[in-house]
């Protein structure tokens, strides 16, 4: 089984930037991916990381420590758009199966 | 392309009624699975199929039952519903399983606006 822990709410202010942690537990790694969903639609994807390391996709950049179960998505230059939950999920090996387990999302709140 | 498409957008039912949710997935995914919202749980995985197989499945009792056609469209199930099953339902769409060997399949799933479902 896994267990997926993130902060419940982080309050954060326009312009600025703001890091959103992700822990876990898994039994067999397949990839970590972060997902941003606005209230009321869909979760959109945002990133993914299978191996250690930074990935930077624009505002938004992921990173990845798989000997320390820990992620992280970090987003410069805040906009008021960007207030939304965030969802951090693990894929574990499941002989090629493709079933995420997600975190229960951090709500950011971006202010003026 | 369109996108992931589900139907009902909202419904409405009794403690006690069945229902059936459809989705139909992104042209050319073959790989549907099913995900149950709610503001406490966040959320928590039902089921996935490929090619008409159920590949995986979570932790939801035998009232929740899902199937996949040849065209890849899939619909879910819920019997004898309870309050508790109030939720939104997400179906989420990806090329298929990662042992095939599809360019750049990172297995990311994207989602449909889902199906809300209120028990009453």
């Known amino acids: 089984g896994q267990n997926i822990d993130q902060p419940t709410e982080m309050t954060a202010t326009e312009g600025a930037i703001v890091q959103i942690n992700c822990t876990y537990q898994t039994s067999g790694f397949n990839g970590l991916f972060w997902y941003q969903q606005h209230a009321g639609e869909a979760p959109t994807f945002l990133s993914y990381n299978v191996l250690d390391g930074l990935e930077e996709k624009g505002r938004f950049s992921s990173f990845l420590s798989r000997s320390k179960g820990y992620s992280y998505l970090l987003l410069k230059e805040l906009q008021m758009k960007d207030s939304a939950s965030y969802l951090c999920a693990v894929r574990e090996l499941t002989g090629g199966g493709n079933k995420l387990t997600f975190g229960t999302g951090t709500q950011l709140k971006v202010e003026l | 392309k369109a996108g992931v498409t589900q139907t009902p957008r909202y419904l409405i039912k009794t403690r006690g009624q069945q229902v059936t949710l459809s989705c139909s997935p992104i042209?050319?995914?073959?790989?549907v699975s099913w995900y149950q919202q709610t503001p406490g749980q966040g959320l928590q995985f039902l089921f996935e199929y490929f090619s008409e197989t159920q590949r995986n499945k979570g932790n939801f009792p035998g009232r929740f039952s899902g199937r996949q056609f040849s065209n890849s469209r899939s619909e879910m199930n819920v019997s004898t519903l309870e309050l508790g099953d109030s939720a939104l339902y997400l179906c989420?769409?990806?090329?298929?399983?990662?042992?095939?060997?599809?360019?750049?399949?990172?297995?990311?799933?994207?989602f449909g606006e889902g199906s809300r479902l209120t028990v009453l």
């Open positions: 989420a769409s990806s090329l298929g399983p990662l042992n095939l060997e599809w360019e750049s399949n990172t297995g990311e799933l994207f």
């Open positions: 042209s050319g995914h073959r790989s």
